[in-house]
């Protein structure tokens, strides 16, 4: 049971415009990363918020930006969207420190650029 | 460099069978992590297995085994006396231990269908 909860589960958008998606990390969870996971693809590393800074960051470009708040929720804002967005964006928590460290994924969130 | 490499596109198992789930990856990277999620229909990542670089013994967890072959560069995994509802897509994943801790990077995966 992982207890990360995304919003919304599906959202459609025009090529232009700026999303923001949501996401509430497990509890005790202090790391959040986000992933985008194309159709037919597995996810790709988008980046990680500890302690409300980015500390990790794939090969994604300024658009992509997140937010960490002191509850550790975050969020992954879009901005200037293009039709090559449109994938399922997974949302992750850990607690890091261990070498198996665990990521717990939400259901995600599908987002559709027209 | 592609790092993960899931080779079976689509597997087609009789339920109650043993299935095997390949993969193969590529690090330089002395100390790494290798896992295996589950992503069924609804979207969510589910993790399965760990096994670690330095670890002696294959993992093992309930149903699932990897199989590691750390030479060969290998980390199957095994599924045994398969379930309807082991049909999902299943991903192999690795962590190098210089990166961020979170980034997982992930292969193409396997759409795994039970048949009853």
């Known amino acids: 049971e992982t207890g990360v909860t995304q919003s919304p589960t599906h959202l459609i958008k025009t090529r232009g415009q700026q999303v923001t998606l949501r996401c509430s990390s497990q509890?005790?969870?202090?790391?959040v990363s986000w992933y985008q996971q194309a159709l037919g693809q597995g996810p790709q590393f988008i980046f990680q918020?500890?302690?409300?800074?980015?500390?990790g960051r794939g090969n994604f470009p300024p658009r992509f930006s997140g937010l960490q708040f002191p509850n550790y929720s975050s969020e992954l804002n879009v901005n200037a969207l293009e039709l090559d967005d449109s994938a399922l964006y997974l949302c992750?928590?850990?607690?890091?420190?261990?070498?198996?460290?665990?990521?717990?994924f939400g259901s995600g969130t599908q987002l559709s650029v027209l | 460099a592609q790092k993960i490499t899931q080779t079976q596109p689509g597997m087609f198992v009789q339920e109650k069978e043993a299935v095997t789930l390949d993969c193969t990856y590529d690090?330089?990277?002395?100390?790494?992590?290798l896992f295996w999620y589950k992503q069924p229909s609804s979207g969510e990542m589910i993790f399965l297995i760990y096994?670690?670089?330095?670890?002696?013994q294959n993992a093992t967890e309930g149903r699932y085994s990897l199989n590691f072959q750390k030479a060969r560069k290998s980390a199957n995994l095994v599924i045994s006396a398969s379930q309807l509802g082991d049909s999902a897509m299943y991903f192999c994943?690795?962590?190098?231990?210089?990166?961020?801790?979170?980034?997982?990077?992930f292969g193409s995966g396997t759409r795994l269908s039970i048949r009853p």
């Open positions: 096994q670690g670089s330095y670890d002696q």
């Open positions: 992750a928590s850990s607690f890091p420190g261990q070498a198996n460290e665990k990521l717990f």
């Open positions: 994943a690795m962590r190098e231990a210089y990166s961020s801790a979170s980034k997982i990077i």
């Open positions: 690090t330089s990277d002395p100390s790494y992590g």
């Open positions: 509890s005790g969870h202090n790391t």
């Open positions: 918020y500890y302690r409300e800074e980015e500390n």
